[in-house]
Each structure stands twice: as C-alpha cells, then as structure tokens.
C-alpha cells in the first residue's frame, strides 16, 4: 500500500510538471473559458466533493479549477493525527484525471510542511500530528510517504495568472516584507531555500493584512488587475478587503468559491457577485 501511494504521489508531480498551461512556477490561463476557485480546504472533504460537482470538468473541456492548502484540518485518526493527506491524495488523483485542468498553488501550510516547521491549527502542530498519521497507517514506510507528500507539494506552481488580468495565489507578501521579495520567484526553478523563511514562496504564502499600497505596487508589478487569496481566515468564507482584492475560505460551512468567465474584463464588484456559498450546492 505505501509504495502505491508513493508511486501515486510520484505521478501527481510529473502532472504538475508537465501541466501544458505551466510556466516556470506559474499557471498561465487564456480566455476563452471559465474558471472555479477555492480557497484553503483544510481537509474538508465535503467542500472538496462540492468544488468537484460544481465545477463539472468532464462535461466542460475549457474550464478549469484552482485548489490550494487541502492539508492539516478534516477529520483525525484515534490517537489525535492528521489524516488531510487522504483528501490530498483524492485531489492529485482528481489532477491525473484532468491533468491539465486542476491546478494547485502552494499555501503556507504547504511550505511549512517542506521545510518541516512547526506550523499551529487550532491549538495543534500539524506537522507532527500528519507525521503520526502516516506512521501509524503505514508503519516502518511512513517517512517515505511524508517524503513523496513533501516533494509534491514542492512541485506545485505558486500561482495562476489569467489572460483577463485576476491573479490567484495563497497570498501576498506582507507590507514590511515586500522589498525582501523576488517576482523572478516566477520566472525560474523552485529552490527549497524559496520555502523557507525568508525566501520568496515563504514570503509569498504567508503574508496578511495588505496594505491597499502594496495591493498597487503588487498590481503593477505583477501586470494585473484583481488578486484572489486564501490564507487569511473568513468566517463568512470570503471577504473584500482591498479595491482589488479578495479572500476566499473554503474550509467550512459558510465556504465559498468564485467562478471566473476567463473572456471578461472584472471590476471588483463583478467579482464579488461571482462567489457562490458551497453550502448550496448538493
């Protein structure tokens, strides 16, 4: 069984890789076509199942959809471990599906586990609860399988780049970090230095609370117009919180997602009027 999860996992890097939308460590996405996006899902199986029913990739060629940070919440094994690496198992399996049509973007949570920090939820270090999961479901090969996870997640783009000018990532560089911050992060290959603090995927995962000053200087410097982030927890599973940007949660009952016509033009509001409650799908 450990060995076909890694070799699983295995796969799922090579479709991250040769995702024919990928560019460097960006998804680049043309018009036309649709777009659905969640925000951290945290190993909510249920709103994973509904981003999936919703987003109907069969019966729809050109659309496309954007997952991020499924590890480290959902349900947990009797001794207390994380078992968020199963849905994170579905979604490559979903990815291989539809290779290039899922596309993941690393989260905090995901760099955090890369460079084995100590990342807390809820009062618990998820590292180390996941690590006991996967040692006590696949015994002596549970370090190999948090192994292949670990190079899975390194092998995720870092964000998804639409031709109609709306940037996804998991977040932004903070305020005070942004001078520290290299957007040929983009442009060239992924080193695990990147994910560790204060390297640039570091900075990029983690960062909150933006100012509407480094939303510009972000806009011009990235050549777009509208950011959608993750990370910042939304009890009423999103929020504006900018001119141009908006936060998605995914990883509860009020959880919404956003779908995007990747052949228009959005002013905020638009976007706004575009996020669906995931409760309302069946």
Known sequence: MSQTTIDLLHRG???NQTDRLRRAN???????GSLV???DIHGHRRNFERLVAHAQLAHHPDRHLVLQEIIHGGPEDGAGGCLSYQLLLDAVRYKLC????VHFVMGNHDTAMINSS???????????????ALERQFGQAGPQVRLAIQQFLFSQPLA?????RVWISHSLPNDRCLDQFDPGIFERELRLSDCE??????LLTWGRRHSQGTLDRMAKLLDVDLFVLGHQPQQNGWSQAGDNLIILASDHNHGCLLQIDLSKTYA?????SALTPLASIA
């Open 13 to 15: 890097i090579r479709a």
């Open 98 to 101: 539809f290779p290039d049509q």
């Open 268 to 272: 905020i509001a638009e976007l706004v």
């Open 118 to 132: 100590e990342v807390m939820k809820n009062g618990k270090e998820m590292n180390r609860a996941m690590a006991m």
């Open 37 to 39: 996006v969640g925000g």
């Open 160 to 164: 998804v780049k639409c031709d109609n």
């Open 197 to 202: 603090k204060p390297g640039s995927a570091y």
């Open 26 to 32: 960006l998804i680049c996405l043309p018009a036309p």
